[in-house]
């Protein structure tokens, strides 16, 4: 069967289209049709790439203001033009979508009916960078295909639905649990991946693991992963918790809050567009929300930029610090993502504040960019992995798992 898989990061589109038949293996997949959006800013241009398995390849560049115009004409290419990969949109059999917030009764994947479209759209409170354009991507999937395609939601809030109490509740007055206020995590489906891979390249059971896995993208979150479950989390209420992003300021003293809103009159709405988007990286460096162009900004000595890098590795390794607390020990650190993928600086940076603990980096594989390797050196207490994030495979996974309950056969996955 065909699974078209969708996820919508904060700065990113990603597309996959998945010929999956029972069993699954247990290694992802190539993909038949890839298409990949990206918008480091609101302002600058994005780029359009589709790669496919047979058809010819396509870039185009359009300005951020007209993505939404462009999304039918690139889900449309899959069976149109050069990139042609199926016969009509009819053989497209089950769409997965990852969804940030799945809230306190979205705990698992599931089908999406009418009742899940209607608590994910009502949690857009909760995650307003997310939950309205993954509903707004639902919506225009069922517009594209009809309502007899099912479609699936993988919630990023899920894997961290076993955090303890003492680790989801916030220090403010209790009735907030009654409000569903309590930290929820999120990039749920990149830490159970990355954690269940760890344990593969490591030949070990992830039942005697004790991991802090770094998802370091556009957003950036930390999980500690204990026997494979999530005790501790970055992110909280919402994705802006926990780390200095790209745009996202992270954990801030609340009292910066109060002081604006009272002696500065800002509303909801500015404070808001302020830590959501004018934040992080792009706020503090004032030159860009890509780590690439804050490092090259640094590297030309500009200071704002060289400010920007120091204060995302301090707040890091700050909070690697607290996983490994929560987790009382360390088998292995896991860097994902864009940043933690391929910024063999920012991982250098985080691990030279370990080496207290016997943590060692080989510095040559570091350099390397690696892929999916440990890039600790041989005596190190303590293994450094760089894992390529494969969500996308996770929520095919997923999909064909809920579409498919009678042919479902996994090899060599640890459910
Ligand atoms: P998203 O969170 O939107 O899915 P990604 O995981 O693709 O995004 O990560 C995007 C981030 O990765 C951007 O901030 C970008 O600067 C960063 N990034 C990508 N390549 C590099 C690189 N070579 N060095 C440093 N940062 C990088």
Redesign the pocket.
């Known amino acids: 069967m065909n699974i078209l898989v969708l996820n919508v990061?904060?700065?990113?589109l990603k597309g996959r289209l998945y010929g999956l038949a029972a069993p699954i293996p247990s290694d992802p997949v190539e993909p038949l049709w890839d298409l990949r959006a990206d918008w480091?800013s609101r302002d600058g241009p994005a780029g359009i790439r589709i790669r496919t398995k047979s058809g010819a390849p396509l870039d185009r560049e359009v300005p951020v203001n007209r993505l939404r115009g462009e999304f039918v004409p690139a889900i449309e290419t899959m069976w149109r033009g050069e990139t042609r990969v199926i016969e009509d949109r009819s053989r497209i059999d089950a769409v997965g979508h990852r969804v940030v917030h799945g809230g306190e009764k979205l705990r698992d994947s599931t089908l999406i009916t009418a009742e899940v479209a209607e608590e994910i759209d009502r949690l857009r409170v909760f995650a307003p960078e997310h939950n309205p354009i993954e509903w707004s991507v639902i919506e225009a999937m069922e517009w594209i295909l009809g309502r007899a395609v099912p479609q699936v939601a993988v919630f990023d809030t899920a894997f961290h639905s076993t955090l303890p109490p003492e680790a989801y509740v916030y220090g403010g007055p209790h009735e907030w649990l009654d409000k569903g206020i309590r930290r929820y995590g999120f990039h749920g489906i990149s830490h159970q991946y990355v954690s269940r891979r760890a344990a593969q390249l490591l030949g070990k059971d992830l039942k005697t693991l004790r991991l802090v896995t770094c998802h370091l993208?556009?957003?950036c979150s930390l999980a500690a992963v204990s026997r494979g479950q999530s005790v501790d989390t970055t992110m909280g209420f919402t994705p802006l918790d926990g780390l200095i992003m790209?745009t996202r300021s992270g954990a801030v003293d609340p009292g910066i809050l109060i002081h604006l809103v009272k002696n500065c009159h800002y509303t909801g709405d500015q404070l808001d567009q302020l830590l959501n988007r004018e934040s992080g990286l792009k706020g503090i460096s004032g030159v860009s929300?890509?780590?690439?162009q804050v490092?090259a900004a640094s590297a030309q000595g500009n200071p704002r930029a060289r400010l920007a890098f120091d204060a995302f590795v301090h707040r890091l390794r700050a909070l690697v610090g607290s996983m490994i607390a929560s987790l009382r020990g360390l088998d292995a650190l896991v860097f994902t993502?864009?940043?933690g993928e391929?910024?063999s600086a920012?991982r250098a940076a985080v691990c030279s504040g370990w080496e207290f603990l016997g943590l060692k980096l080989d510095p040559e594989k570091n350099a390397d960019?690696p892929t999916d390797v440990d890039v600790a050196a041989n005596e190190s207490a303590v293994r450094v992995l760089v894992i390529h994030t494969q969500e996308d495979w996770e929520i095919a996974v997923e999909c064909f798992r809920l579409t498919n309950p009678a042919r479902w056969g996994l090899e060599g996955v640890d459910q």
Not at 9 to 12: A, E, K, L, Q, R
Not at 289 to 292: E, I, L, N, S, V
């Open positions: 990061g904060s700065s990113s480091a993208g556009g957003g790209n929300a890509d780590m690439r490092l993502a864009g940043i391929n910024s920012v960019t």
